[in-house]
């Protein structure tokens, strides 16, 4: 296992969060880092995005890799919705190819009757899509989207027999929808693709052990299972002008715990 921190973990305050990552993540001690924000979760824009620039940009900020990079929900409104949502799913993975970049991460669309239906119906069209790629896509849950609850990740796990198909564990959202992570965790060991770190008091963000969240148990159960991929640092809390404070913060403390 090893810390990454995502953009999210620096939005705030009006300031670029791709610049903000790239000051403040290696300073803080990360080597790995998570793309998030307007160029991934605007349909489209992510064309306009100059991976060779950034791989650059990375590297000169002292960052070993790219860990993840989020895509737009697919819509839930309809079939024909959701297919143009994978071409957008697509898209994204082309540009975390060029940043060699594994994991793709695919929040739910908005939560509806037979929502579901349409969101594994885009998800096995993104699989097709990007099936030449060496990307997985990791879906992370959001409160009142329709990727969320044990059910859920069941319905999209029998429907699609693919590999290529796992689970973003965000700690905060499941905390929010009162959803025992950890019971997930062990039932689908194998789909345990990346984890988004979080604590949170009630449905609140809040800086890393400060928190509800039982962050030790956390790292336990993913030893548990073998986990040897990303723990990726998010933060949406009510103060953003501590964010720099926050992440170097968290990285002390999650530091200690993996030590």
Request: charged fraction near 20%; charge should be negative; proline fraction near 6%.
């Amino acid at each position: 296992m090893y810390l990454s921190c995502t953009t999210c973990a620096l939005r705030g305050g009006g300031r670029d969060e791709i610049e903000e990552t790239l000051r403040y993540a290696p300073a803080a001690g990360y080597r790995h880092w998570g793309l998030g924000g307007p160029f991934t979760y605007i349909p489209g824009l992510i064309q306009w995005l100059d991976t060779a620039q950034l791989r650059q940009r990375m590297t000169d900020a002292g960052l070993k890799s790219l860990t993840e990079i989020w895509s737009p929900p697919i819509p839930t409104e309809g079939k024909e919705a959701a297919l143009l949502g994978a071409e957008q799913v697509a898209m994204v993975a082309s540009a975390a190819a060029q940043l060699d970049c594994r994991i793709v991460v695919q929040t739910g669309g908005v939560r509806r009757d037979n929502g579901l239906r349409q969101t594994v119906a885009g998800l096995a069209r993104a699989l097709e899509l990007t099936a030449a790629l060496p990307v997985v896509i990791a879906l992370e849950p959001h409160v009142q989207s329709q990727i969320l609850f044990p059910s859920d990740y069941e319905t999209i796990f029998a429907d699609l027999a693919s590999d290529r198909v796992g689970i973003t564990v965000d700690v905060g959202h499941f905390h929010s929808a009162g959803v025992d992570w950890k019971a997930l965790i062990r039932k689908y060991p194998e789909k345990v693709f990346n984890v988004h770190l979080k604590d949170h008091v009630g449905p609140q963000s809040v800086a890393i052990g400060h928190g509800d969240i039982d962050l030790p148990g956390l790292v336990s159960v993913l030893r548990e299972i073998g986990y040897a991929g990303p723990i990726a640092l998010e933060l949406e809390v009510t103060d953003p002008e501590n964010l720099p404070y926050y992440v170097q913060e968290a990285h002390t403390y999650m530091s200690a715990l993996l030590d």
